[in-house]
């Protein structure tokens, strides 16, 4: 050992944190420069570094369903091109089949040299407005195979060589996407992010010299193996599972796609174990997930169930051995099934179905299940807009969150978004979405009393209703949880389901079925709300303190409290002078555990 290789915890503190930094600073670029509202309004990207051996080094803040396989990506950049990694080269990938999420994620690679060396490979991945599907959607739910969703795809493809942009790509996106000068904003924005990390890690590679940064590579991805060791050694030997199903679409799926997963915990060994493999086969729909969502949704369940200081890289995923089939609906997809819905639906049911398994080891362990479901309020809108000539438009909206679940500790979040974004992404501004699409939001608000009951409930449903100014507006959405909702757990209730309906021009109501392909029209909108969050133990143990500031704040009706709480109040809501009566609670409570 020397003084460059000897493990040192305050250097390894100090460029671990430094590699944070420029993650940030590359989720920033993204942010400022993108054009797009799913972007830069919603957030619906995330930034990594791997390494040259392609470990998951670093994400800050990615959303856990991208950065997770970020590796992948970095290891299918390097096989498709091998020795022909060259300094100043940026690459393009998208390909679900080959290390990505779904077509939708664009995904910029720059491999990073210092004196000749490949050390770094950095990764921005962002969803983007259009890929030229055959319908306005990136979420093509009824896609009976790739070639039907229609998505342009890049496995791996050079977009830049010695820093010069290999126009062949530009111009093949543009004749095929919707909104082309739109993409090429995101697109450049895209390559600026994974540039700007470029630039940082040489600065930092200069400052500390490649033995010092080999040494960090190390010793970082073995600390926080260590910290994932520490952690499972904690938890008690268990075989735990957990069942579920996504729900049904038409006469292609009347029963739904039942789900299982098993997790088994060896604490001796320190290994956790995640078991898809007793799953359906691939289906004839967009509901494929991905060899990188699967992997990145059950292992984003386990990592909500423990220590949440620990590092999430290469290093603690050695403690997490996955078992997939080929050809399974969330294992390895066999080709040319789709997979264009992979980063949410049943992604979203593997999240909760592992954490809701993790429960089961006993009072603080797990979480309940996360409110699920892409419903209006993240639909993807367009069409004309006739303040702008007519112009073109396409977006996916992100007014919409589903509820949080509960925890051992903690109440659901009502910014949860859903399991597999837990909470990282932004909600749209409507102010912002009615300025760049012809867009009016009528209203968005919580719903009241729908939250699952618990000692800790679940976040309550949001609900919305918007329409088109002018022109004709296509909405599409492929929303889970309107038969299915989430389950609570350890006593907790379960959410409410989803539900929409379209607003004729009289008033008239028709309620919406789970997949929506339609068209609103001047005067027509759409109301609805998404899934709202699972409780955690049993409601009669929740403060009656907590139940009266729920009502208080709107969260709860006071009709729930004492139905479902066992809370019982004086005085009047309207007035504020609502209180708990302590002794009519106390024997209401005994009598309903009796």
């Not at 009072?363 to 069409?383: K, P, R």
């Not at 006739?386 to 925890?407: E, K, M, T, V, W």
């Amino acid at each position: 050992m020397t003084e460059e290789t000897r493990f040192d915890p305050y250097m390894t503190a100090i460029i671990a944190n430094r590699i944070d930094g420029i993650v940030r600073e590359m989720t920033n670029t993204l942010l400022r420069a993108a054009r797009s509202a799913v972007i830069n309004s919603a957030r619906d990207f995330s930034c990594s570094i791997c390494t040259a051996d392609d470990q998951l080094l670093a994400s800050a803040e990615g959303l856990p369903i991208h950065i997770f396989g970020s590796h992948m990506q970095a290891a299918a950049m390097r096989q498709a091109h091998g020795d022909d990694l060259k300094e100043g080269d940026c690459y393009l990938h998208n390909d679900p089949y080959t290390g990505n999420t779904h077509a939708a994620d664009h995904t910029f690679l720059v491999p990073v040299f210092f004196e000749g060396e490949h050390l770094f490979t950095t990764v921005a991945k962002a969803h983007q407005a259009d890929t030229g599907n055959s319908l306005p959607t990136t979420y093509m739910a009824g896609a009976k195979d790739q070639y039907a969703e229609g998505s342009l795809i890049f496995p791996s493809v050079r977009i830049q060589r010695d820093h010069r942009m290999i126009e062949d790509v530009v111009r093949m996106c543009r004749a095929r996407i919707r909104v082309p000068d739109q993409w090429y904003g995101d697109f450049l924005a895209g390559i600026g992010a994974a540039r700007v990390a470029e630039r940082r890690l040489k600065e930092l590679c200069a400052k500390y010299g490649r033995a010092q940064i080999k040494t960090f590579i190390r010793d970082w991805l073995d600390y926080s193996e260590q910290r994932m060791v520490q952690a499972i050694k904690k938890l008690p030997k268990a075989s735990l599972t957990r069942s579920g199903a996504h729900d049904p679409f038409g006469e292609l799926l009347p029963d739904g796609i039942p789900l299982k997963v098993t997790v088994a915990i060896d604490p001796d060994e320190a290994m956790v174990e995640i078991d898809l493999l007793d799953n359906p086969d691939n289906v004839d729909c967009g509901f494929n997930e991905s060899e990188a969502c699967a992997t990145a949704a059950s292992i984003a369940g386990v990592f909500n169930s423990i220590d949440p200081t620990i590092p999430r890289n290469s290093g603690s995923f050695r403690r997490i051995r996955m078992h997939l089939r080929d050809g399974a609906v969330c294992g390895r997809p066999k080709f040319p099934h789709s997979c264009s819905v992979a980063t949410t639906n049943i992604a979203d049911r593997l999240v909760n179905l592992t954490q809701s398994a993790m429960a089961q080891i006993g009072e603080g362990y797990g979480l309940a299940e996360g409110g699920i479901g892409l419903g209006a309020g993240m639909a993807v809108v367009s069409g004309l807009d006739h303040r702008f000539g007519d112009s073109r438009y396409i977006n996916q909206l992100h007014l919409g969150s589903s509820g949080g679940p509960g925890a051992p500790q903690a109440d659901g979040w009502p910014t949860y978004g859903i399991p597999v974004i837990g909470g990282l992404m932004y909600r749209d501004s409507v102010e912002i979405d009615e300025l760049k699409h012809p867009i009016e939001v009528r209203y968005l608000r919580l719903k009241t009393g729908t939250g699952g009951a618990g000692r800790q409930r679940g976040a309550p449903a949001l609900e919305f209703e918007y329409g088109p100014k002018e022109h004709p507006m296509d909405v599409l959405w492929p929303c889970d949880g309107t038969h299915y909702p989430p389950k609570g757990v350890r006593g907790g209730q379960d959410g409410v389901r989803a539900r929409h309906f379209k607003i004729a021009t009289d008033g008239s109501e028709t309620e919406l079925p789970n997949i929506v392909v339609d068209k609103l029209f001047k005067g027509e909108r759409v109301r609805g709300h998404h899934t709202s969050g699972g409780g955690y133990g049993d409601p009669l143990d929740r403060a009656p303190a907590k139940v009266l500031k729920d009502v208080l704040d709107g969260f709860e009706t006071v009709e729930r409290a004492e139905r479902l709480y066992g809370v019982i109040f004086t005085g009047s809501l309207d007035q504020r002078t609502l209180a708990v009566d302590a002794e009519a609670t106390a024997a209401c409570r005994q009598a309903r555990s009796s």
